[in-house]
């Protein structure tokens, strides 16, 4: 079984800038994308950033031009810059991965524990 290991969440001030970084626990077969999500407080999770193994990056419209995505397929990492960052952008953050742990294993989605990011105003 493989876990993805979130880090860098935390508490900053509006306008501030945070970091986060997703690493599976063991080398993947093959993965479709990566991305992240957040579920605000009270809220449903939501897409935040993805992209695929074709290069295609997905933003939502509240982050773009303020987030960036980036990771390494090979070494199975995820980023997420974070700037200009708002109070509505607290929340649990979560890693995401699409793909094959073995080149017999089904397609399916893993999912981090979550990292909590809270921009205070």
């Known amino acids: 079984q493989v876990q993805l290991v979130e880090s860098g969440g935390g508490l900053v001030q509006a306008g501030g800038s945070l970091r986060l970084s997703c690493a599976a626990s063991r080398s993947i077969f093959s993965i479709n994308a990566m991305g992240w999500y957040r579920q605000p407080p009270g809220k449903q999770r939501e897409l935040v950033a993805t992209f695929t193994n074709g290069g295609r990056i997905n933003y939502v419209d509240s982050v773009k031009g303020r987030f960036t995505i980036s990771g390494d397929n090979a070494k199975n990492t995820v980023y997420l810059e974070m700037n200009s960052l708002k109070p509505e952008d607290t929340g649990v953050y979560y890693c995401?991965?699409?793909?094959?742990?073995?080149?017999?294993?089904?397609?399916?989605?893993?999912w981090g524990q979550g990292t909590q990011v809270t921009v205070s105003s």
């Open positions: 995401h991965f699409t793909g094959r742990m073995t080149s017999l294993s089904p397609v399916r989605d893993y």
